[in-house]
């Protein structure tokens, strides 16, 4: 089992940045994939950006591009989602992801592990 915890979400105006973290524990393993979700109000969750352990090019949606940088530090068993020019239809609640093995893009069904989310909050 792989335990994901997040944290750096909150209430940020907009134009403004936050850096989200992702610790995973348990079995982890060199060749993963991990990444971040978000789940707007109303709305379904959908991805934002993943980034393979093993060392690849990340994957980004195109509403983030030029504005998100994922990253990751593998010594730490960590993923960071750096948010800047942050927009009011950023507002959701951020989810780490994780599976075994290579990134699959956005296909939610094949990511195992998920944390609780973090709440990021964009006014105008």
């Known amino acids: 089992q792989v335990q994901l915890v997040e944290s750096g979400g909150g209430s940020v105006q907009a134009g403004g940045s936050l850096r989200l973290s992702c610790v995973a524990s348990?079995?982890?393993?060199?060749?993963?994939?991990m990444g971040w979700f978000r789940q707007a109000p109303g709305k379904e969750r959908e991805g934002v950006a993943v980034i393979y352990f093993g060392g690849s090019t990340p994957y980004y949606a195109d509403s983030v591009k030029g504005r998100f940088t994922i990253s990751q530090d593998n010594a730490k068993n960590t993923v960071y989602l750096q948010m800047n020019s942050l927009k009011p239809e950023d507002t959701a609640m951020y989810y780490c992801?994780?599976?075994?093995?290579?990134?699959?893009?956005?296909?939610?069904?094949?990511?195992?592990?998920w944390g609780q989310g973090t709440l990021v909050t964009v006014s105008t």
């Open positions: 348990g079995n982890t393993y060199s060749n993963r994939c």
């Open positions: 992801a994780a599976r075994v093995g290579f990134c699959v893009l956005f296909d939610q069904k094949k990511y195992n592990y």
